[in-house]
């Protein structure tokens, strides 16, 4: 299998509302539970145990997300991104 193959494996938890679509990605993610302790919104659960053993957070409230991106800069394995309506990349 090449890089190419093994980097477009892409296995994200995802969350979403209308205007706000917020990954993590699995591959990058330690599931350190520091952005379900920063965000001020609550907006992150910890999942039930994963099969690789992990318990990753999962955006699950997307709605009470005030896109104030505290989580993407303190997510120490740059894990997580927000996607807002209207905009290509992420924010
Ligand atoms: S802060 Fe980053 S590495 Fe830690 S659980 Fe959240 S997404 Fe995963
Ligand atoms: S952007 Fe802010 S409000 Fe939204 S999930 Fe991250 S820390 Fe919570």
Redesign the pocket.
Known sequence: MSIAEILDRRDYLEGKTEK?K?LIDKRLCKACDI?IE???????RRSKIDEDGKFYPT?SD?E?????????LTCPDFA?T?FEEGKEDGC
């Not at 920063?38 to 992150?44: R, S, Y």
């Not at 997300?65 to 993407?72: A, D, S, T, V």
């Open positions: 706000l917020i952005c920063v965000c001020p919104h609550k907006v992150f955006p997307v009470k997300c005030k896109n104030c991106g505290l989580c993407e997580i927000i």
